[in-house]
């Protein structure tokens, strides 16, 4: 069971690890657990927390959300979770936030793209986020 939890502001939050290999760099991310988000996005805190070089991102896409059109740019990435006894990986195509006044401080987003592999159970009320994992790219047993 990947474990989740709520923030002082009640928002339903999953812990990832994230790994660009093209770019070399790799973190623990907090996501917001984002059902309307159709692809998991990362948003300019933690773009600055990893360190990602924006300079060195390509294909930009704009993508049309509650906030009007963003631009985004696109990477291969693995993003995996804890599920003991197993981390569960998903290969996904990222999307990167490119840094605007209108974006900074927003939580980086889990979208359907993973959590469309889950059955999730979501009880802010009790505090339970939990979710099963129905399918993974890839699935590694920890010992």
Known sequence: MIIGRFD????????????????????????????????????????????????????AIQSRGVGGISAYYREPALLSFDDDPYTRVYAIELLIADPREGNQGLPSLLGRDVINNWRISYDPTDSTLECAVRYADYSLAVN
Do not use: Q, W, Y
Request: with cysteine; hydrophobic share 35%.
């Open 8 to 59: 002082k502001r009640g928002r339903p939050i999953i812990e990832g690890r994230l790994l660009i290999s093209r770019l070399n760099v790799a973190r623990r991310i907090p996501f917001l657990l984002d059902t309307g988000a159709e692809r998991t996005c990362l948003h300019p805190t933690d773009t600055d927390r990893m360190r990602i070089p924006i300079e060195a991102l390509g294909g």
